[in-house]
């Protein structure tokens, strides 16, 4: 249900106002701006007028006779109108109320409008939904002690007010007022006692005075003392009766006590034992494990070696190998640099090439010039001479190249059977070779890896671990069933212990307990009760009859006269006892809804009171609990508080998240009004509270009264009063 629109014709200080409310609604306004006015007439249109109290103020309109107006809600797609009007001193309030519903308009009168909004009342909307800073401030420290400050704020949180608690207090002091104890005097429980004593008294002496009636008084008297005799001994009969009823109630309690007795518990584990051996069979375990691993390991290893055990992995073990292979690769560029360089020396025959032409240029030189056949002649001389020259210094140097190759070739013939390759160039020899020694590299890695040394040690110490605890239990296999023996002889102990503190005060353990025999018993007694019961009856007969006859036989009515007084006081006696019985059981009844309504709802309200007063103070305050009947609330720190020790601030704080809380929790479409009921919060609580009633008014209709320009930012919501 929301309000969508408030007609103010005159109500106090307003007159012809018009209100358009939104889903969050701000009424802004200085002190008597009539924000409270707002508030009051909103209840008003709602519940109807009421008149001047102590707690009601005056509303009426000063210089404006019509008073009331307006409001128009909406409720599940409903269009609902209230009017309420009255000509001032001229008349009653008229009352209208109309629902749309689209298709039609139905017309309720004030009942059916009351049934229609329950459960809200004018009650829960002042003392719930209207939240103001006189409504969430339960009572101070002053005021009260802690105890009592305690069950307020947890009845408070529980039910949304104080209602039960002020019940309570108020049918306490009622029945207080009836009797408090036997030395109060005054209260009339004790006068209506005295006085039945002194009648008592005056029918003794009128009693005595009737000599003439004294044996068949005296009869009546013994009836009377045999009456309550027996009537004890009936009690005594009764309590006997239940007493066998309840230790029978308590048979299969002892039958499985007598079973758990007949077990013998004493031969279990102590608690060090049982932990012990836990621990080994959980060594015990991770060893096995750990075994099994490293066989398997060891397994696939000798596998993978197996395969490994080549004739060319074999060679490519061999320390020769190895040795040879580090010394070819340290020969490596003397033999690339001698193949190049009796490659360069086949070639060095250029100079005799030359002095030939020259000779040629010279013959036909010395048909044309002789001059110029004379100097080629020249150059082929000198040509020819350094080839000379040249050509015994390069063979040198070609034997000695040639030396170089020989010698890394005879090292490479060691390598000739497991060469990728047949080539014929050193470069390529080179490829092959580095193309074997990476072979040899990755081979020697690849083993490394399948090294079982340490595996194989490692095992072993694995294998001396477990037998060592072999060695101290065992049994060590057998420990899970061992463990859960020990762990169900340990609850069948604890039961056994618990059933014998419970049936040692009602039943005797040191003898067998028979239950057909009890139950015998019981049948009994039962019997004996009925017929002493039948007993009792004719002498309260006896009784009677005597009464009649010793009041027929008496000369005056005084005796008679103070009979019925006695009975006018007992039966006044017994509307006091019934009223103090009556207010003591709607106490215990109060009490027991409290109870019952804090195991129920409590929870839920108290973490919905937790997130809510975690988002006021920015998580400075982080759960409220309710702790043996006392609310708690835990801070940042992990520190405890009861409410009496907060902050006054903090304090304001919880109890507003409280009360929200209580009203989210009951789920119903209602507006919440709040009426500057923050004015102990700082500044940054204050925004965000306002942030909260944000929050709350996506799911309903909040309404805000206020003074606090700051509070909240000024939006189509927002009216200025």
Not at 12 to 29: A, I, R, S
Not at 349 to 371: D, H, Q, T
Not at 403 to 423: C, G, M, R, V
Not at 695 to 710: F, G, H
Request: with cysteine.
């Amino acid at each position: 249900m929301k309000i969508k629109q408030l007609r103010i014709e005159g109500f106090g200080k307003l007159v012809n106002q018009t209100y358009d409310l939104e889903d969050f609604t701000t009424f802004l306004g200085e002190n008597e701006a009539g924000k409270s006015t707002i508030l009051a007439f909103i209840k008003y249109m709602l519940f109807g007028f009421e008149n001047a109290t102590t707690s009601n103020q005056e509303f009426n309109p000063l210089n404006f006779k019509t008073y009331g107006g307006q409001i128009l809600l909406t409720h599940t797609g409903k269009t609902i109108r209230i009017e309420r009007l009255k000509i001032l001193r001229s008349g009653r309030p008229s009352f209208v109320c109309e629902i749309d519903d689209g298709t039609q308009v139905i017309t309720l009168d004030e009942s059916s409008w009351r049934d229609f909004i329950r459960p809200i009342t004018v009650k829960t909307f002042s003392e719930i939904y209207s939240v103001t800073q006189e409504n969430l401030q339960i009572s101070t420290v002053r005021d009260y002690n802690a105890e009592r400050l305690d069950d307020e704020w947890r009845l408070s949180a529980t039910t949304g007010s104080v209602a039960l608690f002020d019940q309570i207090q108020t049918l306490s002091k009622a029945r207080d007022e009836i009797f408090t104890t036997t030395r109060a005097t005054k209260k009339p429980l004790n006068q209506v006692l005295a006085e039945i004593a002194t009648v008592q008294v005056e029918i003794q002496e009128k009693t005595t005075e009737e000599q003439a009636l004294l044996p068949l008084m005296t009869e009546n008297d013994r009836l009377h003392d045999e009456i309550i005799a027996r009537r004890a001994a009936q009690e005594n009969l009764d309590a006997e009766i239940n007493q066998i009823r309840h230790r029978l109630s308590f048979l299969a309690e002892y039958q499985e006590y007598a079973e758990l007795e007949k077990q013998d518990l004493t031969n279990i584990l102590s608690a060090d034992e049982a932990e012990n051996l836990r621990r080994k069979h959980a060594l015990h375990e991770k060893y096995s494990q750990e075994i099994s691993a490293l066989n398997q390991k060891i397994a696939e290893n000798a596998i993978a070696l197996e395969k490994l055990a080549t004739l060319k992995n074999q060679f490519l073990q061999e320390p020769k190998t190895l040795d040879l292979l580090k010394r070819l690769k340290a020969d490596y560029p003397r033999a690339i640099a001698a193949e190049q360089r009796i490659d360069e020396l086949k070639f060095t025959k250029i100079y005799l090439i030359v002095a030939i032409i020259s000779l040629v240029f010279m013959g036909i030189s010395f048909m044309f010039n002789l001059v110029l056949a004379f100097v080629f002649l020249i150059i082929s001389v000198g040509l020819g001479i350094w080839q000379i020259k040249t050509s015994r210094q390069d063979r040198e140097k070609l034997n000695e190249n040639q030396t170089i190759l020989s010698q890394f070739d005879d090292k490479l013939a060691y390598f000739k059977d497991w060469l990728p390759s047949e080539s014929q160039d050193v470069v390529g020899k080179v490829a092959d070779l580095t193309q074997l020694d990476e072979e040899a590299q990755t081979l020697h890695l690849t083993l490394s890896r399948y090294d079982q040394v340490a595996d194989t040690a490692k095992l072993s110490g694995l294998q001396e671990l477990d037998e060592a605890i072999f060695a101290e239990l065992p049994d060590i296999d057998t420990a899970p069933k061992l463990l859960e023996q020990w762990a169900q002889q340990s609850r069948d102990l604890v039961r056994l212990t618990r059933l014998k503190e419970q049936l040692s005060g009602i039943i005797d353990l040191t003898k067998p307990f028979n239950g057909n025999a009890e139950q015998q018993l019981l049948n009994q007694k039962t019997s004996e009760k009925i017929q002493k019961a039948d007993e009792l009856n004719q002498l309260i007969d006896r009784h009677s009859k005597n009464t009649a006859e010793i009041n027929q036989q008496k000369t005056d009515n005084t005796l008679a006269t103070l009979g019925a007084k006695l009975a006018r006081k007992k039966e006044e006696l017994r509307d006091y006892l019934i009223d103090f019985a009556t207010k003591t059981t709607e106490i215990a009844l109060t009490e027991q809804v409290m109870a019952d309504l804090s195991s129920e709802t409590l929870p839920d309200i108290l973490n919905r009171a937790s997130d809510m007063l975690a988002q006021l103070t920015d998580h400075a305050w982080q759960e409220i609990y309710l702790d043996k009947e006392i609310l708690w609330v835990k801070n940042v720190q992990n520190q405890s508080l009861r409410l009496i020790d907060l902050s006054t601030g903090t304090r304001d704080q919880l109890q507003l998240a409280l009360r929200l809380a209580f009203i989210q929790s009951k789920n119903l479409d209602f507006p919440i009004f709040l009426d500057d009921n923050f004015l102990r919060f700082d500044q940054n609580r204050r925004r965000n509270f306002s942030n909260m009633l944000a929050e709350i008014a996506k799911e309903r209709q909040v309404i805000l009264l206020t003074s606090d320009q700051t509070l909240v930012p000024e939006t189509k919501g927002t009216i200025k009063l």
